[in-house]
């Protein structure tokens, strides 16, 4: 959408923008819901799948941020301020920027139209141009793109003990791997981190992140966690953990640290709840993380640091003892976050919300 700097314009162009979606929706059949039901959505600021992926009998709707919000306020925070959205958005800036305030991912390597660029300070990275000596010294390795989202391009590296190196979960040799690295263009190059034991169990065939929404309130100089949960992959999502591919969401309860009710999302008008782990059976219900206090409050602390990003969704990985914070997102992911709980349930999320929009 255009920034305007008027609000009654971008209200009107995001209503605007979810009729026409829910009835292209209605039209090509992919909108179950009657179109009665679906014009009593739009006065409130949703669009008509809320009505399945919502509770709206157990929660009023002034709970939820509507998609109206997610549009017109989220959306301006992001298009008005693109060059500091910038420094999350591309992996490789996000890296550096957090390393100052939070731990991060070890940064070996950039791989440039097929060229790796050995960035880390060791005496043999020298040797780092080839792919071949970077698994000698690091087995077990992440190469993502540092410009693109959705994880699209996740590859996990691992060096097994006859030569072969598993890719994805692929076997490949050395020329292979080889010859992979040389098609790349615009990846960086990560030691994996290591995740603490309970996430391991619950799925240990790709690293499972947590995300931890902040919003930063400049009338008070605080950080507030709007919510967070717990993202896990499985072997339809596989290597990430995008619960609309698959992948598993289930909720923190943000006092206790303790997971709640996990959802998947099949298509984006339903969902279905998990009570276990569909490929390892390991139930995630009660699951407490380690050090969630802890966690919190470096969070808040950092989020406070970056007060000219006042929307962050960190993605970060539990580690035995600590935490590493895998990057953080300027763009909203409210939806499938919602459908676990609403995020304006609580008077504080409220307040803020609601001086956030005012100022826009």
């Given at each position: 959408m255009p920034i305007y700097r008027s609000r009654h314009v971008r209200s009107l162009l995001s209503y605007a923008l979810i009729v026409f979606s829910d009835i292209r929706d209605y039209i090509t059949r992919r909108q179950k819901i009657s179109f009665l039901d679906m014009m009593k959505m739009w006065p409130k600021g949703f669009s008509a799948n809320k009505l399945s992926l919502y509770d709206f009998d157990r929660y009023p709707k002034r709970s939820y941020i509507s998609d109206v919000s997610v549009l017109r306020d989220f959306n301006y925070i992001y298009n008005c301020d693109k060059t500091n959205a910038a420094l999350l958005d591309n992996k490789l800036l996000s890296n550096l920027l957090l390393r100052a305030h939070v731990p991060v991912p070890k940064l070996i390597a950039i791989i440039m139209d097929g060229s790796i660029i050995p960035l880390c300070k060791e005496?043999?990275?020298?040797?780092?141009?080839?792919?071949?000596?970077?698994?000698?010294?690091?087995?077990?390795?992440?190469?993502?793109?540092?410009?693109?989202?959705?994880?699209?391009?996740?590859?996990?590296?691992?060096?097994?003990?006859?030569?072969?190196?598993?890719?994805?979960q692929g076997m490949m040799d050395h020329a292979q791997l080889q010859r992979f690295v040389a098609s790349l263009d615009g990846f960086m190059v990560l030691e994996q981190v290591s995740q603490a034991g309970y996430s391991e169990r619950i799925y240990p065939n790709s690293t499972n992140t947590i995300r931890i929404m902040t919003l930063y309130d400049r009338e008070k100089d605080e950080a507030v966690v709007l919510a967070a949960a717990h993202k896990f992959a499985t072997n339809s999502s596989y290597p990430a953990e995008t619960v609309i591919r698959g992948g598993l969401l289930s909720r923190i309860d943000l006092e206790s640290g303790q997971l709640r009710e996990t959802i998947t999302r099949p298509n984006m008008y339903s969902y279905l709840r998990c009570e276990k782990h569909p490929d390892t059976g390991m139930p995630i219900e009660g699951t407490v993380i380690p050090n969630w206090d802890s966690i919190l409050k470096t969070i808040r602390s950092a989020s406070k640091q970056l007060a000219f990003l006042p929307y962050i969704g960190w993605d970060i990985v539990v580690t035995e003892n600590n935490f590493v914070v895998i990057e953080g997102n300027t763009k909203p992911g409210i939806e499938s976050m919602q459908i676990l709980a609403p995020l304006l349930e609580k008077e504080r999320n409220r307040e803020i919300m609601r001086r956030i929009s005012d100022r826009m």
């Open positions: 005496g043999s990275c020298r040797d780092y141009r080839d792919i071949l000596n970077v698994i000698k010294d690091y087995p077990r390795l992440v190469i993502i793109p540092y410009d693109s989202g959705a994880s699209i391009g996740l590859h996990y590296i691992r060096c097994h003990n006859d030569g072969m190196v598993e890719v994805n």
